[in-house]
């Protein structure tokens, strides 16, 4: 594909609401070309920082159907509506409300926190330093943070693996230092954030595999104190993967 034809399927592609054939042709051509390459990424961002400010005001789908439900069920005025006595149904439509109420901020503050994840990671990959330790070996990498975080980790061994260590350095999510790493497998990057498990906890629920609207994969956990998730444009078997050696070596 020439220049021209992925600059046009930009928008959708990183949708990813091509066919898989047109992905792949344009993936293809994103790794050979560094400014098609870069306007991808820009889009991305500029996508991810839209999304941010739209979640502001946007009220979650499922907030919009308890509301037409709840309105609907209000027009059809079903048989138990004239049953109950009025504190009741003024009590049943409060408890709506405030579960409701609670429904959207948990919403909001998922897709805040995915947000953020992601928007680090895509920042990080657009950097011209992504990595402020450059190594392969986790026991270079490693001991690297010691002194500039608040706790200690352990890497897995990758030799007998696909997957490779780029590097590292120190992110900020929340007001909060935590330790991200960049791994590579078949020419894509993953970004692991390690951040410790403060007492206000993080919204997003641990233990969920989360593919956003935006290409990446996404999986947290929380293990020992800590807190972790992985995001990358990689498969989400890849994603688990990595997850699965990172578990094993935190459990250890």
Same mark, same amino acid.
């Given at each position: 594909?020439?220049?021209?034809?992925?600059?046009?399927?930009?928008?959708?592609?990183?949708?990813?609401?091509?066919?898989?054939?047109?992905? %792949? =042709?344009?993936?293809?051509?994103?790794?050979?070309?560094?400014?098609?390459?870069? %306007?991808?990424?820009?889009?991305?961002?500029?996508? $991810?920082?839209? /999304?941010?400010?739209?979640?502001?005001?946007?009220?979650?789908?499922?907030?919009?159907? $308890?509301?037409?439900?709840?309105?609907?069920?209000?027009?059809?005025?079903?048989?138990?509506?004239? /049953?109950?006595?009025?504190?009741?149904?003024?009590?049943?439509?409060?408890?709506?409300?405030?579960?409701?109420?609670? &429904?959207?901020? =948990?919403?909001?503050?998922?897709?805040?926190? &995915?947000?953020?994840?992601?928007?680090?990671?895509?920042?990080?990959?657009?950097?011209?330093?992504?990595?402020?330790?450059?190594?392969?070996?986790?026991?270079?990498?490693?001991?690297?943070?010691?002194?500039?975080?608040?706790?200690?980790?352990?890497?897995?061994?990758?030799?007998?693996?696909?997957?490779?260590?780029?590097?590292?350095?120190?992110?900020?999510? =929340?007001?909060?230092?935590?330790?991200? &790493?960049?791994?590579?497998?078949?020419?894509?990057?993953?970004?692991?954030?390690?951040?410790?498990?403060?007492? /206000?906890?993080?919204?997003?629920?641990?233990?969920?595999?989360?593919?956003?609207?935006? %290409? $990446?994969?996404?999986?947290?956990?929380?293990?020992?104190? $800590?807190?972790?998730?992985?995001?990358?444009?990689?498969?989400?078997?890849?994603?688990?993967?990595?997850?699965?050696? &990172?578990?094993?070596?935190?459990?250890?």
């Amino acid at each position: 594909m020439t220049c021209d034809e992925v600059r046009g399927r930009l928008a959708p592609y990183v949708d990813s609401e091509l066919a898989s054939t047109e992905m %792949a =042709e344009i993936e293809e051509h994103l790794r050979g070309c560094s400014m098609c390459a870069t %306007a991808a990424r820009e889009l991305l961002q500029m996508k $991810l920082a839209t /999304r941010v400010a739209g979640m502001l005001y946007a009220p979650s789908s499922e907030f919009r159907l $308890l509301m037409q439900q709840t309105l609907h069920a209000k027009d059809k005025r079903q048989w138990w509506s004239f /049953r109950l006595p009025k504190i009741a149904t003024a009590g049943l439509a409060a408890a709506l409300l405030i579960s409701s109420a609670a &429904l959207l901020r =948990e919403h909001n503050a998922n897709e805040h926190e &995915l947000t953020e994840i992601a928007d680090l990671h895509v920042t990080d990959l657009a950097s011209s330093n992504p990595v402020d330790v450059i190594s392969t070996d986790r026991h270079t990498v490693k001991p690297w943070f010691a002194g500039k975080l608040p706790f200690s980790f352990d890497l897995p061994e990758l030799q007998k693996s696909e997957f490779t260590l780029v590097g590292g350095r120190v992110a900020y999510f =929340e007001r909060s230092s935590g330790a991200q &790493l960049l791994f590579s497998v078949r020419k894509h990057q993953l970004s692991v954030f390690i951040f410790q498990e403060e007492p /206000r906890s993080f919204s997003l629920h641990a233990g969920t595999l989360i593919s956003t609207r935006l %290409a $990446l994969h996404m999986e947290s956990w929380s293990e020992g104190g $800590l807190r972790y998730f992985i995001v990358s444009d990689a498969s989400s078997a890849d994603v688990h993967a990595l997850s699965e050696m &990172l578990r094993k070596v935190a459990g250890s």
